[in-house]
């Protein structure tokens, strides 16, 4: 079955640096990987997806991830963070790219933003 | 920009009672699912139905869990008799046909069983 870990629960960063969240997957074939998105208290927003083709993804927000196969992993990027970024970011994946995969979520880490 | 729309946005409901959650889809989505997240952890699949039917389910989704599309246009979810470890927050998601593989979710409905 396919799972998905993310290894930091809390980051913090300083606005204007730069960001790296962590994702790790486990699944045998090709998975298809998302990152969401959660602002307290509100629902989860899909950010970017990568289901094939370059490696190299970008979302809304300013953020980006990359796929690196041999290393399982799907790490989310932005170049210099705002304070409206601190959120909850989940990681997921799905076996599939038709709509009724469901889709799987690691456990999330909590970005904070300090000025 | 449809969205999924959830009700309530809260509930607090004492142990034993039956809950209904509610979720409009995406007019024209065909798939639809609940998720869940207890406060501080992850979200957790549920349930996924497409057809009228369930696709797939969650060894949490047990007896006391159902799901209906009563009317063509709500996706509810019924919890029978609620205990305590059901407080969380309910998501409702749903997704169109193609290979688009994104969820739509909606805002949440907070359970709070006493």
């Known amino acids: 079955a396919q799972s998905v870990t993310q290894p930091d629960i809390h980051i913090t960063v300083s606005e204007g640096a730069s960001l790296e969240l962590r994702c790790n997957y486990s699944?045998?074939?090709?998975?298809?990987l998302f990152w969401y998105v959660q602002s307290p208290g509100q629902g989860l927003q899909l950010l970017l997806k990568?289901?094939?083709?370059?490696?190299l993804v970008q979302g809304i927000k300013g953020f980006e991830a990359e796929f690196k196969r041999s290393q399982s992993s799907f790490n989310l990027r932005k170049p210099s963070v705002h304070w409206s970024d601190a959120a909850e970011y989940f990681c997921?994946?799905?076996?599939?790219?038709?709509?009724?995969?469901?889709?799987?979520f690691g456990p999330g880490t909590s970005l904070s933003v300090i000025p | 920009e449809p969205e999924v729309t959830q009700t309530p946005s809260h509930q607090v409901t004492q142990m034993g009672q039956e809950v209904i959650l509610r979720c409009v889809p995406i007019?024209?989505?065909?798939?639809f699912y609940w998720y869940r997240q207890i406060l501080g952890q992850k979200v957790e699949f549920l349930v996924s139905?497409?057809?009228?039917?369930?696709?797939?389910k969650s060894e949490i989704f047990d007896d006391q869990f159902s799901v209906e599309r009563p009317d063509g246009s709500n996706f509810t979810l019924k919890i029978r008799s609620t205990k305590l470890e059901d407080s969380a927050m309910y998501f409702c998601?749903?997704?169109?046909?193609?290979?688009?593989?994104?969820?739509?979710f909606g805002e949440g409905s907070r359970l709070t069983v006493l």
């Open positions: 998601a749903s997704s169109g046909l193609g290979d688009t593989g994104e969820l739509f």
């Open positions: 699944y045998g074939a090709t998975p298809y």
């Open positions: 990568y289901f094939s083709g370059d490696t």
């Open positions: 997921a994946v799905a076996k599939g790219k038709t709509s009724y995969d469901k889709v799987i």
């Open positions: 007019s024209n989505h065909l798939y």
């Open positions: 139905f497409y057809n009228n039917e369930i696709s797939e």
